[in-house]
Nanobody, 126 residues
């Protein structure tokens, strides 16, 4: 399976913004729904958001609604997670993964996803 690559994490102050990217060179991510997940220290991994292959449908966890937004550039086979108004509780390792079949709609089941990346650390602290 093709492992996706996340990037864009870092240290940011509360109220700040970051943009995470998810891609894999040589892989046509444009055909697949992509989900973002995060795992905070001592906690289980949780779903954050998902975007369908065409970008027409997005889902967000209640904890990030109104602050995070998904977009994708299918010409570049890249998915972005725009994170605004960051809070210390957003501190986590963020992962992207895709659904296994082209044109699938987003699901809320973590085990449905494949191609998990290594993650990128986001730390929100003053």
């Amino acid at each position: 399976q093709t492992q996706l690559v996340e990037s864009g994490g870092g240290l940011v102050q509360p109220g700040g913004s970051l943009r995470l990217s998810c891609a894999k060179s040589g892989f046509y991510l444009r055909y697949y729904a992509v989900g973002w997940f995060r795992q905070a220290p001592g906690k289980e991994r949780e779903g954050v958001a998902c975007i369908t292959n065409g970008g027409t449908s997005t889902n967000y966890a209640d904890s990030v609604k109104g602050r995070f937004a998904l977009s994708r550039d299918n010409a570049e086979d890249t998915v972005y997670l725009h994170m605004n108004s960051l809070k210390p509780e957003d501190t986590a390792v963020y992962y992207c993964a895709r659904l296994p079949n082209a044109y699938q709609k987003c699901t809320n089941t973590e085990s449905d996803y494949t191609g998990w990346g290594q993650g990128t650390q986001v730390t929100v602290s003053s």
